[in-house]
């Protein structure tokens, strides 16, 4: 299920100032077809040093931070994995995230988890969104080489019979969603794309981790605080539809 790659595809340098001169939030985040890479045979494989990845400090992106570092751990890969956040619109995530970082690093022992990076959007330009920091932020490290594959804990959707629906339709069961993409500068990876929160559920009961980590993590979007889940706002819902508690 979890895969980390050795080597991303390094294309020619002037392959790579032509994709940086052409930079747009669109077609870095459309990526690359493995056919359409192929069109670029004259190029180098890059050995992955780091895998980076943006933590909200919910339910999802922790399990996979989790899971990517045992791996790391388990088979002895020379990488490290450097966490993210942006704090604008949810201002807990930086917080949840930094806790989970620590669950991870003192449960499984390790020393290769980079310092914590956290990015805060322009104050005084009230349309910088906080997904154009995401996008943003991925070409620059893309670009910069601070990292060499990005990972997303995104799962799809609930069945649309089980919950009101979300208004991210890219995650529905029946949408399109690679599991792996190239950017030309990098790999994308969403290895929980392919199944529901209700999956994860079961992967932190087989991890042992549904009375340790679980409970540090926080998925709600309302507005009932840092410390506590809503109950009522649409992921408060999922996270309880899967896990049948909030905490």
Known sequence: MITIPKTVPLLKQEIRDYIYSKYNRANLIEGMTTEQLDRFPDREED????IGMWMSGGADSSLLAYLLCKKIRDENLDIKFQGMSVRRGRPSNPMYAAGVL??????????FI????????PK???????????MDKDYENFRDRTFQVLYSGITCN????????????TRDEDAERP????????YYMNPF???????LAEIYEEEGLTDTLFPITRSCEGSAGYTVHCGKCWWCLERYWAFGRLV
Not at 47 to 50: D, G
Not at 114 to 121: G, Q, S
Not at 158 to 169: G, I, Q, S, V
Not at 193 to 199: G, L
């Open 114 to 121: 980079n310092e914590h990076i956290v990015y805060y959007p």
């Open 124 to 134: 005084d330009d009230e349309h910088y969104m906080e997904i154009e920091v995401f």
């Open 47 to 50: 050995p992955v040093k780091t």
């Open 158 to 169: 609930p069945p649309k019979d089980a919950l009101p629906l979300n208004e991210e339709r």
């Open 102 to 111: 620590d669950f991870i690093e003192e449960t499984l022992e390790v020393d």
């Open 179 to 186: 599991t792996c993409t190239y950017n030309g500068l990098g």
């Open 193 to 199: 794309f392919v199944f529901n929160k209700k999956r």
